[in-house]
């Protein structure tokens, strides 16, 4: 890895700072939907993508400024990201029909595969044809194009079909 290289850091030490994101990822996926179910998926994603995107960016000069800064950079990255599906599903089961949901859960799981799969296609050329620092930075501040599509939308609290199922199993008129 070029980044590796730029820094002379052993397989050893690429394994700690990937390692450090997991942590960060697994520490927030319970918290994330506690989240989500409190304050709504849409706020929980949107804060998750801030803070992904915003360490992600941060991420070569948080190298450069040592161990510390770098571990702390991915680690946050990864608390910004461990939300994310959390945040996701808890949206599912507000916004999707129940006959919907498992369909609904699909493509988006699908769909950030097929980003991820973009995103290794992607930084071996941004790499090649500019330096590896821009890979972060690309990527990090994609998500400035990806918030005026999304902070419009209306995400509903609850489906109206299933309020009304529940009503009905409850012995009320929905």
């Known amino acids: 890895l070029p980044m590796a290289e730029a820094f002379h850091w052993d397989k050893a030490f690429e394994g700690v700072i990937l390692s450090a994101f997991f942590a960060g990822y697994a520490a927030t996926q319970v918290l994330g939907g506690s989240l989500a179910?409190?304050?709504?998926?849409?706020?929980?994603?949107?804060?998750?993508?801030?803070?992904?995107?915003?360490?992600?960016?941060?991420?070569?000069?948080?190298?450069?400024?040592?161990?510390?800064?770098?571990?702390?950079?991915?680690?946050?990255?990864?608390v910004g990201e461990g939300v994310a599906f959390p945040s996701i599903h808890s949206m599912i089961a507000?916004?999707?029909?129940?006959?919907?949901?498992?369909?609904?859960?699909?493509?988006?799981?699908?769909?950030?595969?097929?980003?991820?799969?973009?995103?290794?296609?992607?930084?071996?050329?941004?790499?090649?044809?500019?330096?590896w620092q821009w890979v972060f930075y690309l990527f990090g501040g994609s998500a400035l194009l990806w918030l005026p599509f999304w902070l419009p939308l209306n995400v509903l609290k609850d489906i109206p079909e299933d309020n009304a199922a529940a009503a009905a199993a409850a012995g009320g008129d929905g």
Do not use: C, E, M, Q
């Open 37 to 78: 179910d409190r304050y709504g998926g849409k706020f929980v994603l949107t804060s998750g993508v801030f803070l992904w995107s915003l360490f992600t960016v941060l991420t070569p000069g948080a190298a450069a400024a040592g161990t510390v800064p770098l571990l702390a950079a991915r680690v946050l990255l990864g």
């Open 94 to 131: 507000r916004n999707v029909p129940t006959s919907k949901r498992s369909t609904a859960v699909g493509i988006i799981t699908a769909a950030s595969y097929a980003g991820t799969a973009l995103a290794f296609g992607v930084s071996p050329l941004l790499i090649s044809h500019i330096n």
